[in-house]
Each structure stands twice: as structure tokens, then as C-alpha cells.
């Protein structure tokens, strides 16, 4: 179970995360939406600890993950990974390289320094490959593949991590419908058959209902909706979203790619849809 209480961060005088209460437990399948600015990337950030929260707690099982640092904090992050819209992989190092980065908080800094993996750990980044469908490029350099293929390593990385949680901050934003398909069904196939954790910011409503079987919706920094996607109400949907510039209600279609999960997402889970009052 994840624990976030009552996690404010504030960048000078704009807060973009405002006073947020949220439990996530293990294996759940988590969308956050939101409009652009609504504090969606900086929430993943603090519970990864990319950014550190100015108040409130982070904890993780038993963990205060917002207190950790040095060694603990590197494995916090380990079990933890981090996918990102931009893929951050290392453009000039070949794919499967890249994948094997995924193992570096496993290992003494001395055998990092060395460079080695072991056959083990490279049978094991094959594997992962193979499980995203991209085992064919391995020896390609990252930076060749098309934007899909790369979060497709990207996501085998994360795997090498052997994380608890997968954070995924946009992944499909830069993707075209086919390749934003091909991701979302990856990440859903990881939260259903190793029950890890995904909680993944989504651009599109349409995805998150899709894939996601609880939804986190986001306005000016607080969560203003917390439910199964059956009660994300048009109503709802206007509050996370508000209305266009003209006043008229936000249609989904402007915030739709059209792409729709190969598999149904698991049940919804027994929630209470939240509406902040505020
Ligand atoms: N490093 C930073 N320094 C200053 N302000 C920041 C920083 N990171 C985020 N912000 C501000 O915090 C607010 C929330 O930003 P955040 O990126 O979390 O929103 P978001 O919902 O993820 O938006 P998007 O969908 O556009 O990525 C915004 O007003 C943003 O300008």
C-alpha cells in the first residue's frame, strides 16, 4: 500500500500540488488525468522522489519513502521505476544495454564501474525484451528506434528493475494510436500477470477509462474526482477539466486517441467516488 498524506509542493508562489490524500494499494491500475498544469507529473515525481514534497508524508509499506535518502533512497527508486514521456534511454548505446541500465541499483558501484553484466542479468534483459516484442532490435542503438519501439525498452528497463511500482509520467503523449496501443497494452499486461503497481498520468480520458480500473482526476494541484471509471460522470468530467475557453463543456473528444485496450481492465474496485468539495 502506497500512502500519500497530505503531500502540498509548492514552486515559489505557484502551488502545484495542493494538500493531496491518497492511498494506493499493491496491484491497482491507476490513471491520473487531469489538464496541463494540473500537478499530474509533479505528484509521480514526489512519490518516486524525483522532487521532494515542501509537506506532507510519502509512505510505502512501512516506509517513509519522503524521508529515505542515500542507499535507501536508491532502492526506493529501484522498486519504484519511472517511465517518461521522452523515453530517456541512452540514444547511442544499443538496446540491450540500455535494458541492462535497469540493473544498476542491484549492484556493487565496483562491478558498475567494471561495466560487466552477467549472463544471468543479460538472459534476464532478452527475456524482457522478448516479452515487449522488440527483442529483434537488441543490438540497434536506441536512438534509431521509432518513438513505440523506444518505450517498448523503455518499459523492458523498468522491468529489469524488478520494481514494486511502475510510475509512467505521459508515456503514450509523443506515440501515434497504434504505438500508444502497443504501450498501454504492455503496461496493462505487467499490472495484470506480475499484479505490479501502475499509476500512469494519461493526456486522454478515453485511455484512462479504458485500461485503468481507478481513475485520479486532477484540477489546480488538488484531486477533484477518485473512482471507477463507471463514475467519471459528465459531471466529474467537468470538474477535473472545467469548461473551454468559450464557456461551453469540455467535449472528451479533445481529450480521445481513439486507441482501445486489447483486454478488459480488471473489475473496478470497491470505491467510493470522491469529489473534492473544493
Ligand atoms: N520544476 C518546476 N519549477 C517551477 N514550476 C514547476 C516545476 N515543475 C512544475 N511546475 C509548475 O507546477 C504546476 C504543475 O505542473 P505539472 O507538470 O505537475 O502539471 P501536469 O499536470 O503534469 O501538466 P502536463 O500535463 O502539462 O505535464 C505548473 O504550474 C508548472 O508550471
Not at 495542493?18 to 505528484?43: C, F, H, W, Y
Not at 510505502?60 to 523515453?87: H, K, N, Y
Amino acid at each position: 500500500m502506497l500512502k500519500i498524506r497530505d503531500v502540498t509542493r509548492r514552486f515559489g508562489a505557484n502551488t502545484a500540488v495542493d494538500n493531496v490524500a491518497l492511498e494506493i494499494p499493491n496491484g491497482q491500475m491507476v490513471g491520473v488525468i487531469g489538464r496541463s498544469g494540473a500537478g499530474k507529473s509533479t505528484l509521480l515525481r514526489m512519490i518516486n522522489r524525483l522532487i521532494d514534497p515542501t509537506e506532507g508524508s510519502i509512505i510505502f509499506e512501512e516506509t517513509e519513502v519522503s524521508a529515505l535518502s542515500g542507499p535507501a533512497l536508491r532502492r526506493w527508486q529501484r522498486d519504484c521505476a519511472m517511465i517518461f514521456q521522452q523515453f530517456n534511454l541512452v540514444p547511442r548505446l544499443d538496446v540491450l544495454t540500455n535494458v541492462l541500465l535497469g540493473r544498476l541499483n542491484h549492484r556493487s558501484t565496483s562491478l558498475n564501474l567494471l561495466g560487466m553484466f552477467s549472463r544471468e542479468e543479460r538472459a534476464q534483459a532478452i527475456a524482457s525484451l522478448e516479452r515487449l516484442g522488440i527483442a529483434q532490435a537488441s543490438l540497434q542503438p536506441a536512438g534509431t528506434l521509432s518513438g513505440g519501439q523506444q518505450q517498448r525498452v523503455a518499459i523492458a528497463r523498468a522491468l529489469m528493475q524488478q520494481p514494486k511500482m511502475i510510475l509512467a509520467d505521459e508515456p503514450i503523449a509523443s506515440l501515434d494510436p497504434m504505438n500508444a496501443k502497443v504501450v498501454m497494452d504492455s503496461l496493462q499486461d505487467i499490472n495484470l500477470r506480475d499484479g505490479i503497481t501502475v499509476v500512469t498520468n494519461l493526456h486522454t480520458l478515453d485511455t484512462a477509462r479504458a485500461y485503468c480500473s481507478r481513475i485520479i482526476g486532477m484540477a489546480a494541484g488538488k484531486v477533484v474526482f477518485d473512482g471507477a471509471p463507471e463514475d467519471l460522470t459528465r459531471e466529474a468530467v467537468h470538474m477535473v477539466y472545467g469548461a473551454d475557453p468559450d464557456g461551453d463543456e469540455i467535449s472528451e473528444a479533445i481529450t480521445s486517441t481513439s486507441i482501445a485496450a486489447s483486454r478488459p481492465r480488471k473489475s473496478a474496485p470497491s470505491l467510493t467516488p470522491a469529489f473534492a468539495s473544493t
